[in-house]
């Protein structure tokens, strides 16, 4: 079960960091699909966990009643002169009793220690698991001369571990000096890499996509497999991926990370990376919280605050993964001209940058060329265009296609923008992106019963009372029939008749069964009830969650969402139902014992009364310390899921600027706080529970006290005072129970009131078309008008789009050009709705997207957007999730869109090939380039009338990017397309161009 609960909250993270993507496809109801199957195996494991239970606790429920059944029955047996007295029936159910608790504890243990057991094991598998060989050695003798900085010598590196047997059947034999290693061929990724790199130089690596130029500063980072060779690194290191990872935080903290603060140097640092401009048009300056995963910037601000970063750490190496490729040409030299060129930031320290742009390449001290995960060409520049044919070919080709972009001059307004950031006090009012996550006060309100009633339906609570009334009422009956039989008279003979005997007996023991099969009926209808109502709640929760707006999603941390999926539906699924079963159930017993005591000591209601008052006292202010103390606890919880989830994610660039140590310790004070709540919540039960015995003391005091007044009226009787001080101490346990489940009936639907907040979420636009029916092969030209057009990313924020009004004509191919943050994907965004109208219209093809569903215009438009997003799964479910196509057209996609080749060699560690390939979460086993053509190859397979382009080629070299634009102007020849671009030659063919300035756009 915990496996099944293991992958739906794995499904739902990775559906909750892709929302964006979901949305533009319009793909929601297959990852709901692919929920709700786990959701239903997970429901059956539940069932059958629940039904064990049923069984256990049933069990060990009869388990006494048999043991004073086997003791009565041989008490009287033995010899036929033993009469069942008070004394002897009494004191014998009241050791029973005990023991009874005893054996009712038995089947939660028993589930406990099962839990922890499995739970224990799944940790102690997972500490014991392979660790990070610190393969990188830091010591200058390690190489071959004093200048130089980094050097890898015959490298062999792998992803994953092969085993001893794997390596038996095929290997080679890499030499290392004296020594011969066998290397499983399969197992590489990088192979007889032999580089060096000097002091203070810059070393450019570029090669096809796929290549092995990321896996190469991987290695060099220390993340990889290492089979045969020796690495060495002096110096810190400073890591730039190729998509940016951004803190939950401000920008300054994303900048520092961790640092004290320099303010001459982060000027410096602001300057060079281009970003004082931006800070200035921000809300609140460097202050600004930019939401999970940089949601709230463009993915050109979040590569030049990845990069500040960096320049900030002031270390020794500094390794860029293509960080130029997420900005405009313009942005790109300026970068590289003041962080990474030789009059740069960091002109005096080691740097290793892969690009796609040769114009680059002439500033290098060394380049190398990578191919099918091998050193193909190094040198210098010179060298290599002077000595190799097919690096000087490959050079000119790519530089051709460069020349025809001018970027002749750095952007003038990168410079004449690097002013000083501006006061952002008046605007710290708008700095938060993020709210706190609510959290309500007092009692639960009532309709959150109601709406877990509803859930529950009506059927199932009539069963669950019914049964519950009959196992109290046999209960009752069952002491109610031992006082009769102790108040048996003996014959003149001083026995008791073998047939009255065997009668007392048979119906104790009926009574004893009645009761058994009762509570099993009653504990069965509860389990069904439950599983029905926590699947519904599950249901409803995703249901409304996939139809939310995307700006509840950048305005929400993923852990706050998978916090409601995990933590709080688990509740549901057991706890919610099963004390609200013990507390009607403890009500009843308690109400029947009341009414028999009542019924023989009228005056108990005189003591009942204030030490009701007492207990109702004592209730109230532990119930509402723990209901506010349970709400606390899951507010806690979600800030160590978002914090796991973001740490996980930037685990390649913590590991590199040697920063783990801080979040580990921000990891434990997050996890501190939880266990406080948890803490005060043990030591508030901790003081229910004294002052709960205290009351039950007095309430059997009371009753003794009475029967000791009113001896006359008891004389010879004492089989009531046995059944009456039997009934007191269960008057006790009741009370307890009603009490203690009420506290955890009450704080479970704190749950349910959590998950209800979810479902009640304002929820985007229908899916399907209302107002009118739109034509099958709707949009048939793919005309497309901005009217007047105005739109925000949320209510309260300001335009980002501003009076547009632009007309594309049907099969036109634009072009959209524009500064970094402009608001170039923002047109996308409203043209595919995720950005509803403030003001103007979008019309397509004479209809206006406003009147038509969302799915019905998303599945009839295309995006290739900018960050390529892949889900764990095959290949088949990445391409195609609603599962439209069959492989032969998925095939021909793969084929178009230059990938064919690439898949076809793809083997994943458990065998899987080709379109059945294992793709691990978030394509972290495929490159950024490999990634963005199996996007190509999504859209290719739509075959809409209309494309956007949304800087989709910016993570593949120049040749690749050549072939893409070739397909896409056969395959898409008669389409309107429009192309976000950083690379100009890829548009400058295109019928027109479109220039976005600060959220306006002409042509």
């Given at each position: 079960?915990l ?18 993507i ?16 786990i ?9 059958r ?13 009869l ?10 029955y041989?008490?009287v ?10 004394r002897?029936a009494?004191?014998?159910?009241s ?6 608790m005893?054996f ?6 028993f589930?406990g ?17 392979d ?12 190489l ?9 010598k ?7 571990k ?23 061929k ?10 060096s790199v ?19 500063l ?19 290191v400073?890591y ?11 920008i ?30 921000l ?10 995963k940089?949601?709230n910037?463009?993915g ?11 320049c ?9 993964d ?19 060129g030789?009059?740069g930031?960091?002109?005096d ?15 290098a ?26 690096f ?7 530089k ?9 001059q ?6 004449e923008?690097q002013?000083?950031?501006k ?17 309500r006060l ?10 877990y ?11 669950i ?15 109610d ?7 048996d ?24 069964f ?14 069904y ?13 995703l ?6 707006p995307?700006s ?7 852990g706050?969402?998978v916090?409601r999926f995990s933590?709080?539906?688990?509740i549901?699924?057991?706890?919610a ?13 308690l109400c ?8 023989e000591?009228?005056?108990f ?5 204030p ?6 006292g004592?209730q ?9 103390l ?9 800030p ?6 973001e740490?996980?994610?930037?685990i390649?660039?913590i590991?590199a ?17 939880s ?10 039960e901790?003081?229910l529970t004294?002052?709960?015995e ?23 009787h004492?089989?009531k005072?046995?059944l ?8 006790t ?11 955890q ?6 749950s ?5 907040e ?19 092969e ?16 949320r ?6 789009l501003?009076?547009i ?20 994907s923002?047109?996308?965004l ?5 950005l ?7 019309v397509i093809?004479n ?7 969302l ?16 889900f ?15 492989d ?5 996609a ?6 064919k ?13 080709g379109?059945?390939?294992l ?6 086993n ?7 053509l ?7 397979l739509?075959k ?14 120049q040749?690749?990017?050549k ?8 395959e ?7 192309t ?6 890829t ?17």
């Open positions: 079960m496996t099944l609960k293991d992958e739906r909250f794995r499904v739902m993270n990775e559906l909750i960091s892709g929302m964006r979901l949305k533009l496809y319009g793909w929601e109801l297959g990852f709901e699909d692919i929920i709700n199957q959701r239903v195996k997970e429901i059956q494991m539940i069932r966990t629940q039904a064990a239970m049923v069984a256990l606790i049933v069990e060990f429920k388990a006494p009643f048999l043991m004073s059944v086997a003791a009565f041989c008490y047996l033995i010899n036929p002169t033993h009469i069942l007295t008070a002897t009494f004191v014998g159910i050791v029973i009793s005990d023991l009874g005893a009712a504890l038995v089947p939660q243990i589930s220690v099962f839990q922890s057991l499995v739970s224990v094991g799944r940790m102690n598998s997972f500490l014991n698991s660790e990070i060989d610190p393969y990188i050695n830091r010591e200058p003798d390690k071959a001369s004093s200048d130089l900085c980094l050097s890898i015959n490298g062999y590196f792998a992803w994953v092969s085993s001893a047997e794997e390596d038996q059947k095929t290997n080679l034999t890499a030499a290392d000096g004296d020594q011969k290693k066998p290397i499983h399969k197992r590489f990724v990088l192979r007889n890499i032999n580089i000097k002091k203070g130089h810059l070393l450019i690596i570029i090669g096809p996509v796929g290549s092995g130029k990321s896996t190469l991987y290695a060099l980072l220390g993340q990889l497999i290492k089979l045969n060779g020796e690495v060495t690194v002096i110096g810190k400073a730039v991926p190729q998509q940016a990872w951004i803190l939950n935080a401000s300054r903290k994303n900048i520092l990370f961790t640092k004290p603060f320099k303010n001459k140097k982060y000027e410096e640092v602001l300057k060079a990376c281009a970003l004082t401009y931006d800070l200035n048009v809300p609140a300056g460097d202050e600004t919280e930019i939401g999970e940089g949601i910037l463009s050109g601000q979040k590569q030049r605050i990845s990069i500040a970063r960096a900030y750490a002031s270390a020794d190496v500094y390794f860029f293509d960080p130029l490729s997420a900005v405009d040409v313009h942005v790109g030299s300026h970068l590289f001209k003041h962080v990474i030789h009059k930031l960091l002109a320290r080691t740097r290793i940058l892969v690009t796609h742009n040769v114009s680059y390449l002439p500033y001290d060394r380049v190398i060329v990578l191919k099918d995960g091998m050193v193909a060409e190094q040198g210098t520049y010179n060298e290599l265009v002077r000595e190799s044919q097919v000087a070919e490959l050079v000119n080709q790519l051709a296609q460069q020349d025809k972009e001018s970027p002749g750095t952007r003038k307004k990168a410079d923008n002013d000083k950031v006061n952002t006090d008046k605007f710290k009012q708008n700095a938060q992106l993020i709210e706190d996550e609510d959290m007092g009692a639960v309100d009532w309709h959150v019963y109601a709406a009633l509803d859930a529950i339906g009506y059927k199932w609570p009539i069963m009372l019914f049964f519950s009334l009959m196992s109290v009422w046999f209960s009752i009956k069952a002491r029939w031992l006082s009769v039989w102790s108040g008279v003996p014959g003149s003979d001083g026995k008791i008749s073998e047939t009255m005997r065997d009668y007392r007996i048979l119906i104790y023991c009926v009574l004893g009645g009761n058994a099969v009762a509570l099993m009926l009653s504990l069965t209808a509860r389990n009830a439950s599983i029905e109502a926590a699947a519904l709640i599950h249901m409803n929760v249901y409304c969650i996939l139809r939310a995307v509840f999603f950048e305005t929400t941390p993923t706050r969402i916090n933590r709080d539906i688990a549901v699924d057991v706890i139902a099963e004390t609200l079963h013990m507390w009607m159930f403890a009500v009843f017993q029947g014992t009341l009414l028999a005591i009542t019924i000591i009228p005056i209601f005189a003591a009942a009364a030490l009701s008052i007492l207990y109702y004592f109230m202010l532990y119930l509402s310390l723990s209901r506010q349970q709400r606390l606890i899951s507010v806690t919880f979600s160590i899921f978002s914090h796991f989830t740490t996980f994610a930037g390649s660039v590991r600027f040697e920063v783990k140590d801080f979040f580990v310790k921000e990891s434990c004070r997050k996890l501190d706080a266990i406080q709540c948890s803490y005060a919540d043990l030591a508030a901790r003081w004294v002052r709960l205290i009351c039950g003391s007095l309430i059997l005091l009371f009753a003794s006290l009475v029967m000791v007044y009113y001896h006359e009226q008891f004389q010879g004492g089989e005072v046995g009456i001080l039997t009934y007191s101490l269960s008057v346990m009741m009370l307890n129970s009603i009490i203690r489940t009420n506290s009936m009450e704080i479970s639907l704190v349910v009131e959590r998950l209800l979810y479902i009640n979420l304002p929820s985007e636009a229908p899916w399907k078309t209302l107002q009118q029916d739109i034509p099958a709707w949009p048939e030209h793919g005309g497309i008008a901005f009217e007047n057009y105005s739109t925000r990313y209510e309260g924020l300001p335009l980002v501003k009076s009004s632009i007309v594309i004509n049907p099969g036109e191919k634009v072009g959209i050009v524009g500064r970094t943050g402009t608001g170039k923002s047109l996308a409203a043209l595919f709705r995720v509803e109208a403030a003001k103007g219209r979008i093809d209809i206006d997207i406003g009147l038509i569903g799915h019905d215009l998303r599945h009839r438009l295309t995006i290739i957007p900018q960050d390529p997003v892949l764990r799964g095959s290949l088949r479910l990445n391409l195609d999730p609603l599962r439209s196509f069959n032969k057209e998925l095939w021909r793969l084929e178009l869109a230059h990938s080749e690439f898949v076809g060699k793809l083997t994943a560690s458990d065998g899987s090939k379109l059945s390939y793709v691990t979460e978030g394509g972290a495929l490159s950024m380039g490999q990634r963005q199996l996007c190509l190859a999504r859209a290719l739509r809409s009338r209309i494309l956007v382009m949304d800087e989709a080629t910016a993570a593949v070299d040749a690749t990017d072939l893409i634009q070739e397909t896409i102007r056969k898409f020849k008669h389409c309107t397309v429009l976000i671009a950083h690379r100009l030659n548009i400058l063919d295109y019928d027109s161009k479109v220039s976005a300035a600060m959220g306006k756009s002409e042509c």
